[in-house]
């Protein structure tokens, strides 16, 4: 073999991982890909979190919107603080399956 030809064989795979890297981009969603592979129980510093209150389950006409919360527990308890007028601490009123 030549030393151009022992020298040209990682342009192949570099390449390769261009082009799935471009396809991640067009197609996919990196930067979530990413907030969810480092941030699984959390939103990442740069996402905020939305909460949404039913006062009561029978009745989903109704509810209550916390927007760009900053994270997860933030959400918690902006929920919890709309349970408590609408005589439902602890959540018993609503759907208690979430963790």
């Known amino acids: 073999m030549t030393q151009s030809a022992q020298q040209g064989g990682g342009g192949g795979l570099l390449l390769l991982l261009l082009i799935g890297g471009g396809l991640w981009y067009w197609l996919g969603d990196p ?12 939103a990442a510093p740069w996402e905020t979190v939305d909460a949404f209150y039913y006062p009561d389950r029978n009745d989903l006409s109704i509810w209550r919107t916390g927007t760009e919360l900053p994270n997860v527990q933030a959400c918690r308890d902006w929920v919890c603080s709309m349970a408590v007028p609408h005589r439902g601490p602890g959540l018993m009123r609503g759907d208690t399956s979430a963790p």
């Open 31 to 42: 930067q979530k890909d990413l907030a969810d592979w480092f941030f699984k129980e959390d």
